[in-house]
């Protein structure tokens, strides 16, 4: 099956950086007197910087920092944190491994910009893994638009039908999807039980359940209609 490609998505299905983009964000955010706690940032999950900031102030406007000048101390925080404390998520590092054993054509899709992106492929040793490599922050609209995915596709020259997708947020998997992707979902344990879920076409606990038989038992399974 080598005419099918998988795409991943980086936080939260390669590195565990969610909970550090959490308290990059409430660090930042409160400094500027936004009462950002932890347990609101599940609301912008998936969505680009520029877009978490925007969210923010039109909730909650500050004066001083512009927008710009906010999402970039955002990045600046994520990227230190990455680099001392990003660790992988169970079983990535290994699929994407597998992919590569498979022939598979393989991308990466994700919504953080890609000076994050290489940051990341380097602290996982994933550096020469992928094929292509691409970030919303090049698109007019980040997920759950399809653009990324849709790009991505057209780079690695294969139709968005024969792509398949591995996400955690529920943005994610509608932009593959309305991007005409099979979609496999990892979602994070405290979003499990998200109805909305149900639009994927599987959804996993980790990337642990995947080696090859299953992997291949997947893809015959996605691609026999």
């Keep these: ?18 909970p550090l983009w959490c308290k990059a964000e409430v660090e930042v955010f409160n400094n500027l007197g936004v009462p950002l706690k932890h347990s609101m ?23 001083g920092a512009n927008q710009s000048a906010v999402a970039e101390r955002i990045l600046d925080r994520v990227g230190e944190l990455m680099a001392t404390e990003g660790k992988p998520m169970p079983g990535a590092i290994e699929a994407v491994q597998l992919c590569r054993r498979m022939h598979l054509p393989l991308a990466l899709a994700t919504s953080s910009p890609i000076r994050l992106v290489y940051l990341v492929l380097k602290r996982l ?4 893994a992928f094929d292509v490599l691409n970030s919303a922050e090049t698109e007019v609209f980040g997920k759950p638009h399809p653009a990324v995915y849709l790009t991505t596709a057209r780079r690695l020259g294969v139709h ?7 996400e955690d947020s529920v943005r994610g998997m509608l932009s593959a999807k309305t991007a005409g992707m099979r979609c496999i979902v990892v979602p994070a344990s405290e979003e499990r039980e998200n109805p909305q879920f149900s639009a994927a076409d599987i959804v996993l606990d980790s990337l642990t359940a995947i080696d090859q038989a299953w992997l291949e038992r997947a893809m015959n399974s996605l691609y026999s209609a």
Excluded at 4 to 10: L, N, T, V, Y
Aim: some cysteine; hydrophobic content about 45%.
């Design 1 to 18: 099956m080598v005419d099918i490609a998988a795409i991943f998505d980086m936080d939260g299905v390669l590195i565990d950086s969610e």
């Design 41 to 63: 940032c599940s609301q912008t999950m998936g969505l680009r910087t520029d877009e978490v900031v925007s969210h923010w102030y039109a909730q909650f406007p500050w004066t």
């Design 125 to 128: 040793g994933l550096q020469d």
């Design 160 to 166: 968005p039908s024969k792509c398949f997708a591995v």
